[in-house]
C-alpha cells in the first residue's frame, strides 16, 4: 500500500530540516487542510494563505500588480510568487532558507474559463531556497475533482522536489 502524499511530504520535511507553507487560491484551503489532517504536522507545516481575490495576492503575498496586470491571476509567474510571498509572509522566526512554498492558481470552473485559459487550467508554484518554478496543468473533472486534483499535484511536486527528484527547477527567480 502506498504512503499518502500528506505523510510522506511531512517524513522529508522533517529528513530535511525544512518547514512548509501554502498559498492557495483555486484549492481554497485543501492543501493545508490535507498537510493539517496529519497528526504532528505542526512540526513542519507553519501555514498557508487563501488568497482567492487578486488585492490579498498584492497585500499579503506581494503578488506584483504588474505581473497580475501582465499575465493574470492564473499564471505560471502569478504562482511562483505568491509561493515566494508566502515563504516570506509566513516566515516568523524560521530562516526563509529552510522553507520549501507551494502554490496553486487556475479556474475550478464550471465557469471563469475563457479560450486561453479553460476551466481545469491550474498553475501550480514551488519556490525553495534553490529556485523557483510553476508548471500547468488543465484538468477535466467538476470543480470539486479540480480542486482536489489541483491539492494532490501540489503536494506531488512538493514530495518530488524533497526527494530530488522534480525534474526542473529554474534557480534564475
Not at 475563457?114 to 476551466?119: G, H, I, M, Y
Not at 480542486?147 to 524533497?162: F, G, H, N, P, T
Amino acid at each position: 500500500m502506498n504512503t499518502p502524499l500528506e505523510i510522506t511530504i511531512g517524513t522529508l520535511l522533517r529528513q530535511r530540516g525544512m518547514k512548509l507553507v501554502v498559498a492557495e487560491s483555486c484549492t481554497g484551503g485543501l492543501i493545508s487542510d490535507r498537510i493539517t489532517d496529519v497528526p504532528g504536522s505542526s512540526d513542519y507545516y507553519l501555514g498557508g494563505v487563501t488568497a482567492y481575490a487578486n488585492e490579498v495576492k498584492r497585500r499579503v503575498l506581494g503578488v506584483s500588480a504588474e505581473t497580475l496586470r501582465s499575465y493574470g491571476a492564473v499564471s505560471g509567474e502569478t504562482a511562483i510568487e505568491m509561493a515566494r510571498g508566502a515563504r516570506f509572509a509566513l516566515a516568523d522566526e524560521t530562516p526563509v532558507s529552510s522553507i520549501l512554498g507551494i502554490s496553486a492558481t487556475g479556474i475550478a470552473g464550471p465557469s471563469g474559463g475563457s479560450p486561453d485559459k479553460p476551466v481545469g487550467l491550474v498553475w501550480i508554484g514551488l519556490s525553495a531556497p534553490e529556485g523557483e518554478s510553476a508548471w500547468q496543468f488543465v484538468w477535466e473533472f467538476d470543480r470539486s475533482g479540480n480542486k482536489a486534483a489541483s491539492a494532490e499535484q501540489a503536494i506531488r511536486l512538493a514530495v518530488d522536489y524533497l526527494r530530488g527528484t522534480l525534474s526542473s527547477i529554474d534557480s534564475n527567480h
